[in-house]
Nanobody, 118 residues
Framework: QVQLVESGGGLVQAGGSLRLSCAAS????????MGWFRQAPGKEREFVAS????????AYADSVKGRFTISRDNAKATVYLQMNSLKPADTAVYYC???????????WGQGTQVTVSS
């Protein structure tokens, strides 16, 4: 079982930066693939980025490549999403998620709002 709590969201102007954090509790965090997803108003939740347990395998949505960076600190049981060059289209609720032993995103945080003004 993994519990996830996101933080770091807020209001930022276009071109600005934010860093999201996801604090995890639970014995399996260090071996879990972690992901960030987002959901904009009126749209379905979409994948943003993921990172495997060691940090050696990263994946990004095309829309954020080159602007967002996912990382993790297993000692702190925390995963991060550094977001640079933000655009109004990045406005959404951002969710942290963890895969279970069946390699499915089974655990989700409550989300943190990111709003980018033009």
């Amino acid at each position: 079982q993994v519990q996830l709590v996101e933080s770091g969201g807020g209001l930022v102007q276009a071109g600005g930066s934010l860093r999201l954090s996801c604090a995890a509790s639970g014995r399996t965090f260090s071996v879990s693939t972690m992901g960030w997803f987002r959901q904009a108003p009126g749209k379905e939740r979409e994948f943003v980025a993921s990172i495997n347990w060691s940090g050696s395998s990263l994946a990004y949505a095309d829309s954020v490549k080159g602007r967002f960076t996912i990382s993790r600190d297993n000692a702190k049981a925390t995963v991060y999403l550094q977001m640079n060059s933000l655009k109004p289209a990045d406005t959404a609720v951002y969710y942290c998620a963890a895969k279970n032993s069946e390699l499915r995103y089974a655990y989700w945080g409550q989300g943190t709002q990111v709003t980018v003004s033009s």
